[in-house]
């Protein structure tokens, strides 16, 4: 951890989550985000990832504790004042969760639906800037052409470029990424997660990013939060990710492949970058 | 965001041309379907010879009749309504129980896969007159065969019934697993013991589930019967409304509600117990 | 080896159910042949035999008169049958209007309050389904009078409950991560049932619609008989005159219409789905 904490987007405090059945799914998470921090969540199944991101947005009622956007409390708040804080996290799902029968286009629109009345919506009549705005992020992850495709005739990685421009649409300042890779083979797994780094880093963006694969999350976060059964066992950057605190997470476990294979990987990214076409022109872009 | 400011051009461009996709591809179509619609709509309403003075009445009458839901009166043709209601039951039991019977053979012939050709189209046939026509007017012959009286009514619900029944089985018979048919009959089984073995048990959550179903809509419709002298509980109701004693006709069409509930209520437990 | 297999089958007996299942299979059976029996009897005191032996020959008789059909009365029938078939039509819209809302109420994820909302519009679309749409005509004859709009009203009161019910567990059965991700982005309520829920039942209103017009269309036919509008009224007349020859128009009539509306409607489905 730096020494200096950058102004913080997030801060999770004494974070407590009951499910009526009794489960126990966080038990007092304490933590912190900077703004444009980039961290990623890891943890066994059932370790409390997906309740805990989204007891930030409250898609999960947090049962005590605090969750405070830039300062401002989001527990506690009513369903208009919830909405407007909505506004500000963007979420990105794993199974992508795009409206299915809806186009392209209206799914990036969706984006906006916070900031827009309901007979706009209902009628698609959204202010240009925002038409704009979102062919404008499509081009950038290179999906302009298909705008006016339906959503279920993509394909996977396709889809999550959507899903990524309407958590993008809603110009927030805290992304909420819930296994954005699980659906995904380990090629477009790797391109997903490079441009949600790199929208990331050109929006000045925050992140949490719950996911599976360890040396993905090694590979591009800039630090990695460890939590199990509902606590948080570990935080710090990905090179301090060592046998001792995997273990410390996922249990006992021979884990010399797995911290063999995040540098493997990079190595093999790093050989992708000249080959992959559609990274270079986002690059140009950015 | 300054920099995307100097390519927002081409995009706003953009951004103007782009409309939400129609429902309807074609434009000529669309239209065409539009115009076409509201012309239909307005010429049925124009058309719809509408006695404006006497539905105005209605208000008054239509909060008199649900005024006699508080309450109902159960008591004064208590004689009239159970009678009525147990003959609607009785033609439920009977209608339902002559009409699978019957429908079990139909669909089995009108199954493409066990059928021959000219049996199929009997059945299909049988299928297709039983399903056009509404009960009502299938009592309306049968009171005019068989005189008035609640048998009229039961060979009407046992004669939709077959309709029913007999289509919905019959689909189902024909998309059953062709396999398991030849597996039964490789055993040296006869043709009935290859139904018994190689279909039945194939279709039997379907036709369980259909029967229960059937046993609801015969209750329903024998409610209705009564009205053209097939028996059951209609007459009671039609004569009651005849002579607006509304909190009688209200106690009517609770109890009828009620026991529609309850078959509903007992056709779930039987379908979790059975299955 | 095979004196073995043989020693263990006579020790095994095989049954299909339970002792207790058998004797409740056999309760069962038993209840059901009983229920007839009884029902039939009840049902027999009440019906003059001679009249049904007499069947056939009525059936036979009638079958002579009304052959062959007086086609040239078929000209009086175009009006009923045009108010047949907007009576169905109408009141199948209105229906899946009111049917909309009511499902969103009755859907355990949409409903605002599954202890008290939900009940109330459980009941509104039994209540809805239970009663006949020809008793719903004679309930609305009296009240709002005679004709076509009472007849309308009828197929849409019937219709509410039936459209209700199964656009109601169409919609518990949708995708509630595409609901998550809308609410996400800071929609309102109503903005999550038009662009999370809508999509998404769509087709069902859509076929569910298509379906029960197709059923209304003969619902509507009889609805003449109690004076809601349609051709039932002049089936009722005809009846009534015993003038066979033009009851088997009527019928011939009533059987092409119906014949037309299953067309139409099967096509419409597949073209949804």
Known sequence: ?286 | MSASHATSNPYAAQAAGWRPPPLIGSRALRWALLLGGLAWFVAALVTMEINWARAAEGWQRGARFLAAFVPPDFVSKWDDIAEGLLESVMMTVVSTVLGLVLSVPVAVGAARNLAPRPVYLLCRAVLVVSRTFQEVLIAILFVAMFGFGPLAGTLTLAFATIGFVGKLLAEDIEATDPAQLEAMRATGGSWLQGLAWGILPQVKPRLLGLSLYRVDINFRESAVLGIVGAGGIGATLNTSLDRYEFDTAAAILLLIILIVMACEYASGVIRRAAL | MSANTEARTQDVVWRRRTPMGDLLAWGAWLAIVLATVLSFRQISDATIWDFVWDAPQQGADLLSRAVPPRWSYASVLWKPLWDTVNMATLGTLLAVILGIPVAVLAARNTTPSVLLVRPLALFVIVASRSINSLIWALVLVVIIGPGPLAGTLAIALRSVGFIGKLLYEAIEEIDPVQVEAVEATGATRAQVLSWGILPQVAPAIAGIGVFRWDINIREATVLGLVGAGGIGLQLEGSVATLAWPQVSVILLLILATVVVSEWVSARVRKAIT
């Open chain 1, 1 to 286: 951890m730096p020494e200096v904490l950058p102004a913080a987007v997030l801060e999770v405090a004494c974070l407590v989550k009951r499910y009526p059945t009794g489960d126990l799914a966080l038990r007092d998470v304490n933590l912190r985000i900077g703004r444009g921090e980039v961290v990623a969540l890891i943890g066994p199944s059932g370790a409390g990832k997906s309740t805990l991101i989204r007891c930030v947005n409250r898609l999960v009622q947090p049962t005590s504790g605090s969750v405070r956007l830039d300062g401002a409390e989001v527990t506690g708040l009513g369903s208009t004042a919830l909405r407007r804080e909505r506004r500000r996290m963007g979420m990105i799902f794993q199974e992508y969760a795009l409206i299915e029968r809806l186009t392209v286009m209206e799914n990036a629109l969706s984006g906006r639906l916070g900031y827009t009345g309901f007979w706009r919506s209902w009628f698609r009549r959204f202010p240009q800037a925002d038409v704009a705005e979102a062919f404008a992020l499509l081009d950038r992850v290179g999906l302009k052409e298909m705008a006016n495709k339906r959503a279920d005739a993509l394909s996977g990685g396709q889809r999550q470029r959507v899903g990524i421009v309407r958590a993008l649409m809603q110009r927030p300042e805290l992304l909420l990424v819930d296994e954005p890779t699980a659906s995904l083979d380990p090629k477009t797994s790797r391109q997903i997660m490079r441009l949600i780094l790199e929208l990331c880093t050109e929006r000045g963006l925050a992140a949490i990013i719950n996911i599976h694969d360890v040396a993905l999350a090694r590979q591009f976060a800039q630090r990695i939060v460890g939590l199990r059964a509902g606590a948080i066992v570990f935080d710090g950057p990905p090179d301090s990710l060592d046998a001792a605190a995997l273990t410390a997470i996922y249990g006992d476990e021979d884990w010399s492949a797995t911290l063999g294979q995040g540098r493997k990987a990079t190595d093999e990214e790093e050989e992708h970058h000249s080959t992959v076409p559609d990274v270079e022109r986002l690059a140009g872009l950015a």
